[in-house]
């Protein structure tokens, strides 16, 4: 006995279906394994899947403001921003801290034996978290920066990206004093930024 059943592309083919009375036929496992195949097999056409169907949640349609705000907050400038500012803060505080502990802070080169006033250590101790905070922002902006350059040129986000722009970064710093300390700067800052990416992956 055969059936035709309508396939995916909308043509009917023939599937042969077993009867009763035919148990003792030597075909049965043939016909058998024919019906598994359309069943289960590579002739079983493939559905797709929807979440609600399936009683997931679908995702709702983003909106073009939320478009933009992701673009504007994957842009280079707006990582640049962002580690400027997270820069800033860290070196102030790193700064302050710093001049915390340093026993010199607020005494005159000139007088070494004055004691110095509460203000006097006060204003050392911002002068020196406003320096460190204005150097940790600006090696906070290029590094973020060329990083995402690098980034966004390779096509690829791996830790390459991190000694590439840690090397531009340090040696951009050290041409200042030289180029001795161009090229050391690069070196150190790349080891150190691969350190880091290996300490985070």
Known sequence: ??????SSDGSKSSIPILSSD???????HFQYSLILEHLIGDRKPI???????????SSPQKTDQEKMIERGM??????????????????????????GIDTNV????????KTPTAREVLKDMGQR??????NFAIVGAMFSCTECIIESHRGKSDWKNAVYSGCVTGGAIG???????????CGGF?????AIEYYLR
């Open 74 to 99: 994957e842009s280079c400038t707006f990582k640049a921003v962002l580690a400027c500012v997270g820069g800033f803060v860290l070196g102030g505080a790193f700064g302050v801290f710093t001049a």
């Open 47 to 57: 559905k797709d899947l929807n979440p609600g169907v399936m009683g997931g949640l």
């Open 190 to 194: 790349a080891a150190f930024s691969a």
């Open 1 to 6: 006995m055969a059936t035709s059943t309508d």
């Open 22 to 28: 035919n148990s003792s036929d030597p075909t049965s």
């Open 175 to 185: 041409l200042r004093a030289g180029l001795k300390a161009g090229v050391l700067g």
């Open 106 to 113: 607020g005494f005159d080169p000139k007088d070494p034996l």
């Open 129 to 134: 978290g406003m320096s460190y905070a204005k």
